[in-house]
């Protein structure tokens, strides 16, 4: 596609619940990269992928947060019983080389937690 | 590790107007350096993004920041605004060496006044 797609857009989950969202970066991209981005703050680093392998998953906060990418493109960042801490806009972004220096971001997901 | 500070939450300036938005950063490595701009319920824009050589850094949309290593800042300048230039703006940082991950400042609200 033309630019990174992530869905959904918007998500409701009560606390407790599981949610899975999806990256789907411009085709081709090597590097996949997930933030975080709390109300009023600026996008926190959460994990990069070079291709499968997932290089750094530094930034997750807790062991409640999973992102894989299986076969190298589209990618799932999944949250385990959600807490109200949790709600946030998360961005994904892709780029064409290993590193970030090329980032393209998508629309993000709003996930908020009731 | 790096870090961004950015001074100014919100800026409010009337159209036509010159503006300077602020960005301190700090590294213990040389760095990469970035303005995002985000508009309401999307992701990030590139402006512009200083890798090396000159210090002036032309973007998109008339925007220009300069990178001045020892004041250790990349301040963002337009020297007219538009009704459309309302948005947040982010200041970023990324190792040289390490440059998979951004560090992003906590954005500043830019409102211009008609």
């Known amino acids: 596609g033309a630019g990174v797609s992530q869905s959904p857009r918007y998500k409701v989950a009560k606390r407790g619940q599981d949610v899975a969202l999806r990256c789907d970066p411009i085709?081709?991209?090597?590097?996949l990269f997930w933030y975080q981005q709390a109300l009023g703050q600026g996008p926190e680093f959460l994990t990069y992928?070079?291709?499968?392998?997932?290089?750094?998953k530094s930034g997750l906060p807790s062991d409640r947060f999973f992102a894989e990418r299986p076969e190298g493109s589209v990618s799932t960042l999944k949250i385990q019983r959600t807490q109200q801490e949790d709600s946030a806009v998360y961005l994904c972004?892709?780029?064409?080389?290993?590193?970030?220096?090329?980032?393209?971001f998508g629309s993000g997901t709003r996930l908020t937690v009731v | 590790a790096q870090s961004v500070t950015q001074l100014d939450s919100q800026v409010p300036v009337f159209e036509e107007a010159p503006v300077e938005l602020r960005c301190n950063y700090s590294?213990?490595?040389?760095?990469?350096l970035f303005w995002y701009v985000q508009y309401p319920n999307q992701g990030l824009q590139l402006l512009l993004k200083?890798?090396?050589?000159?210090?002036l850094v032309k973007g998109i949309n008339g925007f220009e920041a300069e990178f001045n290593k020892s004041q250790t800042s990349f301040h963002l300048r337009k020297p007219s605004v538009h009704i459309s230039d309302t948005a947040e703006y982010f200041c970023?940082?990324?190792?040289?060496?390490?440059?998979?991950?951004?560090?992003f400042g906590t954005g500043t609200s830019l409102t211009v006044i008609p």
């Open positions: 590294s213990s490595v040389s760095v990469y």
């Open positions: 970023a940082v990324s190792g040289r060496d390490t440059g998979n991950q951004f560090y």
């Open positions: 992928f070079q291709n499968e392998a997932q290089l750094d």
């Open positions: 085709s081709g991209h090597v590097s």
């Open positions: 972004a892709s780029s064409p080389r290993t590193g970030g220096l090329g980032y393209t």
């Open positions: 200083y890798l090396s050589g000159s210090t």
